[in-house]
Antibody, heavy 120, light 107 residues
Framework: EVQLVESGGGLVQPGRSLRLSCTASGFIFDHYAIHWVRQAPGKGLEWVSGINWSSGNIEYADSVKGRFTLSWDSAKNSLFLQMNGLRTEDMAFYYC?????????????WGQGTLVTVSS | DIQMTQSPSSLSASVGDRVTITCRASQGIANYLAWYQQKPGKVPKLLINGASTLQSGVPSRFSGSGSGTDFTLTISSLQPEDVATYYCQNYKSAPFTFGPGTKVGIK
């Protein structure tokens, strides 16, 4: 069974940093694109970032480019989202999502999400 | 970047009604279009990919159509368990933008 478990959310002040983790199981980690999607409370879905292992291609939404960075530990089947310079508009549930064999592709498997609250 | 729009933003229909939601892409995305259902307090669920391919386990009352820039999600006979917000998504190229969502309720 495909599982994605996020962790690392919490309360952080504007301008500070936070690192989210996504631990995957039930599939070969570096065979599928993995993405982060966020949703502010009561709002819609926003794609944040994604990685295609086979090409090494990483993409970011313009809203986070230069502030957020993807990294990973294949041995631990884990993907990380380093979030620097956090803003109040970054406050959201952050979902780790498994895509397809290429960077595009529908998002078939979602984690339960981790909440990031940005407030002074 | 490709922008996604949806209409209506919300609707209320009776049980058994046929419901249609429209999604439009700002440029052609062939059939690289997915539909998601998000029930209140739950994680989004993939309903349809490739604009018209139903995911396994999704009731057959759901269907999708379209190609290029204009797409439709249809619920042929609305059921109480279909109360949710529905999102379309471009997955042709990054950024993989979602539509703003359509909230479906029961009259």
């Amino acid at each position: 069974e495909v599982q994605l478990v996020e962790s690392g959310g919490g309360l952080v002040q504007p301008g500070r940093s936070l690192r989210l983790s996504c631990t995957a199981s039930g599939f070969i980690f570096d065979h599928y694109a993995i993405h982060w999607v966020r949703q502010a409370p009561g709002k819609g879905l926003e794609w944040v970032s994604g990685i295609n292992w086979s090409s090494g291609n990483i993409e970011y939404a313009d809203s986070v480019k230069g502030r957020f960075t993807l990294s990973w530990d294949s041995a631990k089947n884990s993907l990380f989202l380093q979030m620097n310079g956090l803003r109040t508009e970054d406050m959201a549930f952050y979902y780790c999502v498994r895509g397809s064999l290429w960077l595009g592709g529908p998002f078939a498997h979602w984690g339960q999400g981790t909440l990031v609250t940005v407030s002074s | 970047d490709i922008q996604m729009t949806q209409s209506p933003s919300s609707l209320s229909a009776s049980v058994g009604d046929r419901v249609t939601i429209t999604c439009r892409a700002s440029q052609g995305i062939a059939n690289y279009l997915a539909w998601y259902q998000q029930k209140p307090g739950k994680v989004p669920k993939l309903l349809i990919n490739g604009a018209s391919t139903l995911q396994s386990g999704v009731p057959s009352r759901f269907s999708g159509s379209g190609s290029g820039t204009d797409f439709t999600l249809t619920i042929s006979s609305l059921q109480p368990e279909d109360v949710a917000t529905y999102y379309c998504q471009n997955y042709k190229s990054a950024p993989f933008t979602f539509g703003p969502g359509t909230k479906v309720g029961i009259k």
